[in-house]
Structure formats: structure tokens, C-alpha cells
């Protein structure tokens, strides 16, 4: 079993910065895909980022690309994402997620977090 537990999220204005961190228990993430995902209020869960066990292949949902960036420290047991350039449209819940695989899709996730609230005022 793994247990996944995001930090860092808040309150931010259009623009600026935010770095949410998951940090894991249980079993070390060395050999885990981490994934971050996000839900807004009446939405379904959708893809962010995803980085491979070595951080050798990085994945981003178009929306994020370029204003994103996953990254990931496996002798802390903690992923990371650094998220620049705010929008009021990334206003969501924020989870990370651990795969064996390099998956995109929610359903192809194993163990997840709780999540944390980021709002993006306008």
C-alpha cells in the first residue's frame, strides 16, 4: 500500500505561482508513475502531469503545458508540481496519484491522495 499526501495549495491571483507536494508513505515511489490530476466543482477528474519512475518521460495535459512543470525526488519519496501563470480556470482540487504503468486516465491510477484546493482569483 501506498499513502499519498499533497501539500501547498491556496489562494493565488491570476498570474502567479503556486508548488503543490505529495509526499508518500508505505512504499517508496521509485517504482511508480506519479501522476497529478484535478477536479473543479461539477467536472470530472481530468489529467495534469505525469512523470515515469525515473523521470525520463513527462507527460502534460495541453492546458498546463508550457506553465506546468512535474517533477519528482525518489530518495525523499516526494513528487512535485510547480504550476506558473495561473488561470482562474486551474481553480480545482488538486490529487496526486502513483501507476505502474503510464497511464493518462484517472482509472488507470492505483493509490491516491486526498487532494488539495487551489483557487485561482481573477
Known amino acids: 500500500q501506498v499513502q499519498l499526501v499533497e501539500s501547498g495549495g491556496g489562494l493565488v491571483q491570476a498570474g502567479g505561482s503556486l508548488r503543490l507536494s505529495c509526499a508518500a508513505s508505505g512504499r517508496t515511489l521509485s517504482s511508480y508513475t506519479m501522476g497529478w490530476f484535478r477536479q473543479a466543482p461539477g467536472k470530472e477528474r481530468e489529467f495534469v502531469a505525469a512523470i515515469s519512475w525515473g523521470g525520463g518521460s513527462i507527460y502534460y495535459a495541453d492546458s498546463v503545458k508550457g506553465r506546468f512543470t512535474i517533477s519528482r525526488d525518489n530518495a525523499k519519496n516526494t513528487v512535485s508540481l510547480q504550476m506558473t501563470s495561473l488561470k482562474p480556470e486551474d481553480t480545482a482540487v488538486y490529487y496526486c496519484?502513483?501507476?505502474?504503468?503510464?497511464?493518462?486516465?484517472?482509472?488507470?491510477?492505483?493509490?491516491w491522495g486526498q487532494g488539495t484546493q487551489v483557487t485561482g482569483s481573477s
Open positions: 496519484a502513483a501507476d505502474y504503468g503510464l497511464g493518462t486516465k484517472p482509472m488507470e491510477y492505483d493509490y
